[in-house]
């Protein structure tokens, strides 16, 4: 059993991944390239939301996509020049758009979301932490009585075969649930086992409980490789010197494939960049964390502010903040809400959700050292999924007995 290793990647994965490992007993450090937190973990929406079951390959997804290719402004973009340098993970992305792999994408999603749901009570709980967890669930709210209707069957479909529903309020009920929508709203689903939490809080408490359990953090700290004799890594390979472990976990989300010759694999993963806007809360703010599914925008309201997020664009590694992608959040936000706005802003965000084709994380013993376990590629549900893929990785490390199954995150499905 590996008593010391090294997690790279300081987001929410990677601090999963050390937490459970320390309690188990490991030596464990954690390197990142940057700060620990600052990564697509740090101003996310902060929805732990079991209620997401549904990759983002359906079937009809192909086409929405495409129409993106040359749509100015929508929530979702595809830049051609990306597709085109990345046509094999675009390709496998549309073979995955038919019902029997979003069928099996979704019971695997359900288990890593369901387990973590659980998992986060206890960690909140246990290491006292203090990061504005909130349990009131996720409203979906519909403008338009033509998409609310046609939601019925999605809740439908949700409930018989995820055993996911939603509780349904017409427009009069929505508006007494959530005095903070304009009149007119068509109606919402309201899904009560999801949480919120705010997402810099949670990674702070995460560094101080792992700093208490003797992790240690190093930061500032890029790793380039692995030093591997006979298929076992002995070292990572650093631009502040070696760092000696016994196993490795590669926790580095979007920036993963960076690592792929190392590695021994192709890494599928894309940047989806997305984008959030953090105030004070409004003077008549949202009770609820909201979506306004027309548009795709989410509203995170916290004990101590209030978020505008969401927006999906495969522009590759693009470090630019696009102005136009954050005044989609705004201009939705004005359409759904009677205070939608409050000063000043405090935070404008972009970040790369770690984008795998089939929707699903990797979780996986490296091809090229058998000691090297990925653990990226949570797409758009990574602080959902990250407890469950901790705990999962520790039980790898150690006996391989999981407590959920693994092999849908294998390397072998690509
Ligand atoms: C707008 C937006 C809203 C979102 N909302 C939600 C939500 O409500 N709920 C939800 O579940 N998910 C949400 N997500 C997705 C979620 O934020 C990501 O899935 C999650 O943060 C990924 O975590 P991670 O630890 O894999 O990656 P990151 O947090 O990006 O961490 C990876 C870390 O690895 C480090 N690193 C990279 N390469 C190296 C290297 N070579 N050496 C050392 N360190 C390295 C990086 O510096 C970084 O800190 C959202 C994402 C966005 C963009």
């Known amino acids: 059993m590996p008593n010391r290793v090294v997690v790279v990647g300081g987001g929410v994965v990677g601090a999963c991944c050390a937490y459970y490992l320390a309690k188990s007993g490991r030596c464990v450090t954690v390197v990142d390239r940057a700060q620990f937190g600052a990564g697509c973990s740090h101003a996310n929406c902060g929805y732990v939301c079991p209620s997401h079951v549904l990759p983002f390959a359906t079937p009809g997804a192909v086409w929405s996509t495409m129409k993106t290719l040359f749509a100015r402004n929508s929530p979702l973009k595809v830049r051609p020049r990306v597709a085109l340098a990345n046509l094999g993970w675009f390709l496998g992305f ?37 990061c504005e967890w909130e349990t009131k669930g996720l409203l979906f709210v519909y403008q338009t009585v033509k998409e609310f209707e ?37 109606g919402g689903y309201l899904y009560e086992s999801d949480a919120h939490l705010r997402p810099d809080k949670l990674m702070s408490e995460f560094k101080r ?40 976990v590669v926790a580095t989300g979007a920036w993963a494939p960076q690592l792929d010759s190392e590695l021994g694999c192709r890494v599928p993963i894309q940047p989806g960049k997305g984008y959030s806007l953090t105030m004070p809360r409004p003077a008549l ?57 409050a000063e000043p802003v405090q935070e404008e965000w972009w970040g790369w959700r770690p984008m795998t084709y089939d929707s699903l994380p ?53």
């Open 285 to 341: 703010c949202p009770t609820y964390p909201l979506i306004f599914e027309e548009h795709r925008v989410a509203v995170t309201p916290f004990a101590s502010g209030y978020r505008l997020g969401s927006t999906m664009e495969f522009a590759g590694y693009d470090e630019t903040l696009n102005r136009s992608r954050l005044s989609l959040l705004t201009d939705a936000a004005k359409l759904y809400l009677r205070d939608p706005l």
């Open 94 to 130: 549309a073979r995955k758009c038919n019902t029997r792999d979003m069928m099996a994408a979704g019971r695997a999603i359900q288990a890593l979301t369901a387990s973590s749901r659980a998992l986060f009570e206890t960690l909140i709980a246990t290491e006292q932490i203090e």
């Open 362 to 414: 990797i979780i996986d013993h490296a091809p090229a050292a058998t000691n090297v376990l990925i653990a990226a590629g949570h797409n758009m549900l990574g602080l959902t999924m990250a407890p469950a893929t901790g705990k999962l990785v520790a039980e790898m490390l150690a006996d391989g007995k999981t407590h959920i199954d693994a092999a849908p995150y294998s390397l072998k499905r690509f």
């Open 150 to 186: 046609h939601y019925v069957h999605t809740n439908d479909f949700l409930t018989r075969e995820f055993s996911a529903p939603a509780k349904r309020f017409d427009s009069g009920e929505l508006a007494a649930l959530e005095p903070a929508l304009k009149p007119g709203m068509a």
């Open 209 to 248: 409980v792992l700093l208490s359990l003797g992790v240690e953090i190093r930061e500032n700290c890029a790793v380039s490789g692995f030093t591997k004799v006979n298929g076992v890594a002995s070292a990572v390979r650093t631009n502040a010197g070696d760092i000696a472990a016994d196993a490795f």
